[in-house]
């Protein structure tokens, strides 16, 4: 079955420091977003990539969607305690509903 | 305003109880999903739904139950055959197919002791 890993699963940093987070499909995907989960929260929409390649940013957001369009990558610049969060990457399944990754738990240190 | 409301926030039963939690969505969407998050875990799938009196099961659907009786609602059971109940719950809700995103509810906190 369809298998979306993220790597790491857990990142302490300094505030200030960057964070990267990578997710990888088993499956070439048609599109991948990326949601936000605040601490006690529920997963926020962050953003949709569709094209192979594709590179979007949102402020100190960059993410990236693989060539191959089985990867995607999401770094955050300078972070900042507001960063603090679980980031996960999501993609159709061959049913089309949202498959989620298992998530990358952000701690940033003051 | 537009949004999706799960209800209770946090339920406790006792074990052997089945209990229903509570997903209603005023944004027109057509696909609801329901998915299960247990501590340091990503969102596991339960059931999902593309359209009224349509449902289809997720990757761990055993114990579970749901219906889909109105556009707008979309509750989910936990039975007594769920060895493992207690987790968060997480409701969402999208236009299919699945994009441009979805759209969580608060989530149900449920503890069965």
């Known amino acids: 079955g369809q298998q979306v890993m993220q790597i790491p699963q857990y990142q302490h940093v300094q505030e200030g420091e960057d964070f990267t987070t990578y997710c990888n499909s088993s499956?070439?995907?048609?599109?991948i977003q990326w949601y936000k989960q605040r601490p006690g929260g529920h997963p926020v929409f962050l953003i949709q990539l569709v094209k192979s390649g594709e590179v979007k940013k949102q402020k100190r957001l960059t993410f990236q969607f693989g060539e191959a369009k089985k990867n995607s990558s999401l770094h955050i610049t300078a972070t900042q305690t507001t960063d603090v969060g679980t980031y996960f990457c999501a993609g159709p399944n061959t049913g089309n509903q949202f498959y989620f990754g298992t998530g990358t738990s952000l701690t940033v240190i003051p | 305003d537009g949004g999706i409301t799960q209800s209770p926030k946090y339920l406790f039963r006792k074990e052997g109880q089945n209990v229903t939690l509570s997903c209603e969505q005023n944004?027109?969407?057509?696909?609801m999903y329901w998915y299960r998050q247990d501590p340091g875990q990503g969102l596991r799938l339960i059931y999902y739904?593309?359209?009224?009196?349509?449902?289809q099961k997720g990757d761990i659907a055993e114990g579970y139950s749901v219906s889909r009786e109105k556009k707008e609602s979309f509750p989910l059971t936990v039975t007594s055959a769920q060895k493992n109940p207690t987790a968060f719950y997480l409701c969402?809700?999208?236009?299919?197919?699945?994009?441009?995103?979805?759209?969580f509810g608060q989530g149900t906190r449920l503890t069965v002791v």
């Open positions: 944004l027109n969407h057509d696909a």
């Open positions: 499956t070439t995907l048609s599109n």
């Open positions: 739904s593309q359209i009224v009196n349509d449902f």
């Open positions: 969402a809700s999208s236009i299919p197919p699945p994009g441009p995103e979805a759209f």
